[in-house]
């Protein structure tokens, strides 16, 4: 195998590149994790997530990837044979709802094409039908990793508000916390699944929801059978006072470093940044798109995520030799794409600790890939890129 020399461009959307400066934070010793050295870290951490997550509300933390954050929020919301309506957005919506299945969920899902965002007025309209009231949790991921298409929480809920329905609002924010605007309690969100490796730039291991008390209070009288996740256990007044087994300190290191970071910055120039890099991708991608090349999966531009650009290659030509090509030859990692889009979509990740000369040297490996491997395109992606960054952005 050629030896890589040199950065590697990590254009994943999610994992993300970790900044020296949390890498640093976490190259520490462990200590006593009962102690009130800790305890001062712990309560600064959850305070700094309830600012990013704009909750007042319950934060929880588990050592575990997103898929336990999923998890936790359905074994404490439900009871065997609830139904749950499931937003379809692409590849994670669908998956979140097979959990539910597995648990013994009723799943109805709420069909979308996935290149545009799921209708609140479709959503509206089947709450309305629902008189009996039998939907008990409506599920969205805010940010679908999969297709880059980002969905208007804050419309959804005025959709269920409109229907006047009681169901429980799960909103997954794994791929948008931290990189484009969330707000928890003013969208009225009772659920919020995060995750420790995308816009917090921390490792893989740490995954969080927020609760609100009318999931506090469903979590009281559900039925599915839970002990690592029992908020019951964990949850005192309205925050953590107990974790299951022993804690990872370290990312709580690496926490505290990245929250600094986040507030350094200012979350709103934080979210601008991430605008700004996403729209250079999406002007390179415009260009690509001339001879019939690869075009934005995400058609709305409304709905085109900051955080992550699904491409979808021309009828023909295989995605994955484009990232194939990216990686061995120009050591820059993308995302392929999930589930149907296996094969159909590369995805450029532009969340996280990045900057305008990662994005373009991204884009000039893509751009060369792309001639590389015979895809037809339109040349001058970079430039495209370039000229926005200087005179628009
Ligand atoms: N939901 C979304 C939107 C995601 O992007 C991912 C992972 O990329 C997950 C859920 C699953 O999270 P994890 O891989 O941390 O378990």
């Not at 990837?65 to 590849?91: I, Q, R």
């Not at 699904?310 to 194939?324: C, I, Q, S």
């Amino acid at each position: 195998m050629a030896v890589s020399r040199g950065i590697h461009f990590f254009q994943n959307p999610g994992p993300t590149n970790i900044p020296d400066r949390v890498l640093r934070a976490m190259d520490r010793g462990t200590i006593d994790f009962t102690g009130a050295q800790f305890k001062a870290i712990a309560e600064e951490c959850f305070a700094g997530l309830k600012r990013i997550f704009k909750t007042r509300q319950t934060i929880l933390g588990y050592a575990a990837s997103g898929h336990g954050a999923w998890e936790a929020a359905l074994v404490n919301l439900f009871s065997p044979g609830d139904k749950v309506l499931v937003v379809e957005t692409g590849y994670f919506s669908l998956n979140w709802g097979m959990r539910c299945e597995a648990f013994g969920l009723e799943v109805e899902t709420l069909g979308n094409d996935w290149r545009n965002a799921a209708d609140p007025a479709a959503l509206e309209t089947r709450l309305r039908d629902d008189r009996e009231h039998a939907i008990k949790g409506v599920l969205v991921v805010h940010n679908e990793t999969s297709t880059g298409v980002v969905h208007d929480v804050a419309a959804l809920r005025r959709a269920i508000d409109a229907a006047a329905h009681p169901a429980l609002f799960l909103v997954d924010v794994i791929s948008s916390l931290a990189s484009m605007d969330f707000r928890m309690d003013e969208w009225g969100v009772d659920v919020v699944v995060a995750g420790s490796q995308k816009g917090l730039m921390l490792p893989t291991g740490m995954a969080f929801t927020g609760v609100s008390a009318k999931a506090l209070a469903a979590a009281a009288d559900a039925k599915l059978p839970r002990v690592y996740w029992d908020w019951r256990r964990l949850v005192e007044g309205s925050s953590q006072a107990v974790w299951n087994g022993t804690i990872p300190v370290h990312f709580f290191y690496g926490l505290q470093e990245a929250l600094h970071m986040l507030e350094e910055e200012g979350l709103d120039n934080v979210f601008a940044r991430h605008h700004r890099l996403a729209e250079a991708t999406r002007r390179a991608v415009r260009v690509w798109r001339q001879n019939d090349g690869p075009e934005t999966f995400a058609v709305d531009p409304r709905a085109q995520s900051d955080s992550v650009t699904a491409v979808l290659t021309p009828e023909g030509y295989d995605a994955n030799k484009v990232r194939e090509v990216c990686l061995s030859k120009f050591n820059v990692s993308l995302g392929g794409g999930l589930g149907p889009l296996q094969g159909r979509v590369f995805r450029i990740g532009h969340l996280g600790d990045l900057n305008e000369p990662m994005i373009l040297g991204s884009l000039a490996a893509v751009e060369m890939a792309l001639e590389l491997t015979g895809v037809p395109h339109g040349k001058g992606g970079v430039a495209a890129a370039m000229d926005y960054l200087v005179h628009e952005a």
